[in-house]
């Protein structure tokens, strides 16, 4: 098993502020893949990252791929109480499984 | 267009019961894979399905085993059910082998065994 380790585990912060959250392997993924999960529902994709070094951006979110396809980071600026949710980081090695991190909680209030 | 539909939604069994869970794929797709979601944790992949065959397998017990159905439906059954199998099982469909565009999950069954 591949495994991805996600910082920081909760993330408490204002409406308004930036924030960051990393994942780290030190195995090489083929791509990777960032969800949000929200209580009692499954995770929605945010985005895929394929080659390293690549920056991808979906509106107030950033998300990065190590040049070494060994990690990978996601910003966010200008947090919303819409953001809130658990961020989960999944790698896809040699096989069809997808490896998940423990996921970054994320609350952001008014 | 709808999504994964999983059934039931919540699940109580007994220690040593079997259950079975059901899964529909989003319109289009054609593999389903399986995952446990263990409270504060992320997903487990437990296995895949492609054309009616287990394309691979995660780090479970045979307790846990699979079918995929022509219309690309599937189930996942857990025999001998233990207080350690209670966790979120999630349901996921992507099209053939191809996962850039990613996986589509369902909202899942929360099992929860007594």
């Known amino acids: 098993t591949q495994l991805l380790e996600q910082s920081p585990q909760f993330l408490s912060i204002q409406e308004g502020e930036n924030l960051t959250v990393y994942c780290n392997s030190s195995?090489?993924?083929?791509?990777l893949q960032w969800y949000r999960q929200e209580p009692g529902e499954g995770p929605v994709l945010l985005v895929t990252?394929?080659?390293?070094?690549e920056v991808k951006k979906l509106k107030r979110l950033t998300f990065q791929f190590g040049d070494a396809r060994k990690d990978s980071s996601l910003h966010i600026t200008a947090a919303q109480p819409g953001d809130t949710g658990l961020y989960l980081c999944?790698?896809?090695?040699?096989?069809?499984?997808?490896?998940f991190g423990k996921g970054t909680s994320l609350l952001v209030t008014p | 267009d709808a999504g994964v539909t999983q059934s039931p939604t919540h699940l109580i069994k007994t220690r040593g019961q079997q259950v079975t869970l059901r899964c529909s794929p989003k319109?289009?797709?054609?593999?389903v894979s399986w995952y446990q979601q263990a409270l504060g944790q992320g997903p487990q992949f437990i296995f895949q399905?492609?054309?009616?065959?287990?394309?691979q397998r995660g780090n479970f017990p045979d307790r846990f085993s699979g079918h995929q159905f022509p219309n690309y439906s599937s189930e996942l059954n857990v025999n001998a059910l233990l207080l350690g199998d209670s966790a979120l099982y999630l349901c996921?469909?992507?099209?053939?082998?191809?996962?850039?565009?990613?996986?589509?999950f369902g909202s899942g069954t929360r099992l929860t065994v007594v």
């Open positions: 996921a469909s992507s099209l053939g082998q191809n996962s850039y565009y990613g996986y589509t």
């Open positions: 195995s090489v993924f083929s791509s």
């Open positions: 990252v394929v080659t390293g070094g």
């Open positions: 999944a790698g896809e090695g040699s096989g069809y499984a997808l490896n």
């Open positions: 319109s289009g797709h054609d593999t």
């Open positions: 399905y492609y054309e009616e065959e287990e394309r």
